[in-house]
């Protein structure tokens, strides 16, 4: 059965855009001094409201992520705001999508925090592994020529604390400890469910794909045709490796909107879905992909998923055209999850119900149509 996520960014809806005109980007060179910590404080007690309103909504998980200086996503720790919702929700399950483990020179403290996460919510941890955006490779001082390596790495030495007994040694080439011999264990076994989301990287999704991991793939914030085509390219992976693709290990993530109306849905959600694309996501091509990032074919799929977003000037018509945004009546809304579900076989569908400066009424009634009106839908 399908399973429905609200998936939250947490972005600084507070920014005055006029100082984008001077800047150019929300990533890494727009000064903090456009932070005003009253707006912060309001902010994320909002984000977090409508996050617990979703699990009592009906929706089957909550979903945080991972940013680093920028107004795009106020969450550098996903664990901080993944502990605030353990205790304030009892059912849904918490998918923090995902962690940039690579970037820490420390990985073992995802490990302990995800542990600690799992044994707090009983088992309601999901956790994802990405190789982070590249402008946060200029934030952390990571040479992207070891993106890679560094990723798959820092993953083998979480999986193995979380899975193995300790202490034991762990020599790699970028991360070393002598004792590795976490406390706690997590509480599922042998550890949370993990997912892979990529923008297209065919190295994530043949290494997603390996016959020891059949991770569930994520695809965010592409085209349907994009979304499409790579499912394909995952469903591919996985054949060569001997099993078959079904519903649970593919999932889609992108922007939601549902109105009374078509007509009144995209007049409500236009402005903002508009800031979103064109203004808190775009960011320079060589902080997007800096050298060594990734291998030369990766590159050219990332920049013909991405040449929507990163061109600007978007507007909400075309995105929902191509699929990139999901927005009108419930009944519109749904014939387009349909599309998702039956025709490209996704079992986790990830709606970012607040995007941009979509305010608290809109956003809240967007969950509650969301979930009243679409979800139920799918469930028979």
């Known amino acids: 059965m399908t399973q429905f996520y609200c998936f939250h960014l947490m972005p600084y809806a507070a920014l005055d855009l006029k100082l984008l005109d001077t800047y150019g980007t929300t990533w890494t060179e727009l000064p903090n001094s456009a932070f005003d910590p009253a707006e912060g404080h309001r902010l994320y007690n909002r984000y977090l409201d ?11 998980g909550v979903c945080i992520n991972e940013h680093h200086q920028t107004a795009y996503g106020l969450m550098p720790s996903p664990s901080i705001i993944a502990a605030a919702l353990a205790r304030r929700t009892t059912r849904a399950k918490i998918a923090i999508v995902g962690h940039a483990a690579l970037l820490r020179n420390n990985p073992l403290v995802i490990a302990e925090e995800l542990a600690m996460l799992d044994n707090i919510t009983g088992g309601r941890m999901i956790c ?3 190789r982070g955006i590249g402008t946060e490779y ?17 993953h083998d030495l979480i999986l193995r604390a979380m899975t193995e ?3 034991f040694a762990f020599e790699g080439k970028h991360f070393h400890f002598p004792y590795v011999n976490i406390w706690p264990k997590p509480f599922q076994k042998p550890h949370p469910p993990i997912w ?3 923008t297209g990287s065919r190295e994530t999704v043949e290494w997603a794909a390996h016959p020891d991991r059949r991770y569930t793939y994520l695809q965010g914030y592409g085209s349907f045709a994009a979304s499409e085509r790579f499912f394909q390219m995952y469903r591919e992976a996985a054949q060569r490796n001997g099993w078959t693709v079904t519903p649970d290990k ?3 993530l992108g922007p939601v909107y549902v109105g ?4 009144s849905a995209m007049a409500e959600a236009k402005e903002h879905i508009e800031i979103f694309i064109n203004k808190l996501l775009v960011k320079p091509v060589q902080s997007l992909l800096p050298p060594g990032y990734t291998s030369i074919d990766s590159m050219r799929a990332t920049l013909d998923r991405q040449r929507h977003i990163q061109a600007g000037g978007q507007t909400a018509e075309k995105l929902a055209a191509d699929g990139v945004f999901l927005v009108g009546s419930a009944e519109t809304v749904r014939r387009k999850v349909g599309k998702l579900v039956e025709e ?3 079992g986790h569908v990830m709606g970012c119900l607040q995007f941009g400066t979509l305010p608290a009424d809109l956003t809240m009634k967007n969950i509650e149509r969301f979930a009243n009106e679409v979800i139920p839908h799918f469930k028979g």
């Open 344 to 346: 490209f076989g996704v």
């Open 128 to 130: 994802a592994f990405v």
């Open 196 to 198: 892979a989301p990529s």
């Open 138 to 154: 200029f934030n952390w001082q990571v040479n992207p020529t070891y993106s890679h390596e560094r990723y798959r790495e820092s």
């Open 260 to 263: 009374e109306t078509d007509e």
């Open 165 to 167: 007994t300790g202490p």
């Open 50 to 60: 409508e996050l617990e309103a979703a699990e009592r909504a009906g929706f089957d």
């Open 250 to 252: 593919l999932g889609w």
